[in-house]
């Protein structure tokens, strides 16, 4: 009985302890426009794997939940057209802001 006492004052205390932060953010171009629909990626520093990912809105807003236990995060922020954008953010205090530049793809030929 006291086993089981314990285990689940254990598995309590543990859920008192992890705790999940809001990451808000927004992500725009380098003209201050607000760009909807670019990825925002969350990895762990350590591994690179990815922990969560969410979209911009129509406002270029983004936000999200992750476990408070695994900063320093790297942040990877990317939209088709633009340059993407690799962060390591180790204290998330206040909403994020990104600012992507456009990348120019040229092509060599084209054939018909």
């Known amino acids: 009985m006291n086993k089981i006492f314990f285990l689940i004052y254990f598995g309590f205390c543990f859920n008192i302890f992890t705790q999940d ?6 992500v725009y171009s380098l003209e201050k426009t607000p760009i909807e629909g670019a990825i925002v990626l969350i990895k ?8 969560q990912y969410t979209s911009s809105d129509s406002k270029g807003f983004f ?43 040229k092509l060599q030929e084209i054939i018909i």
């Not at 932060?21 to 927004?26: A, D, H, L």
């Not at 476990?67 to 390591?88: A, C, N, R, T």
């Open 21 to 26: 932060i809001n990451i808000q953010g927004v």
């Open 44 to 51: 762990n520093s350590k591994t690179k794997s990815i922990l």
């Open 63 to 105: 936000e999200i939940k992750i476990d408070s236990k695994k900063v320093p995060l790297v942040f990877e922020v990317l939209h088709m057209g633009y340059k993407k954008i690799i962060k390591l953010i180790s204290l998330v205090d206040k909403p994020l802001e990104f600012y992507l530049e456009e990348s120019f793809n």
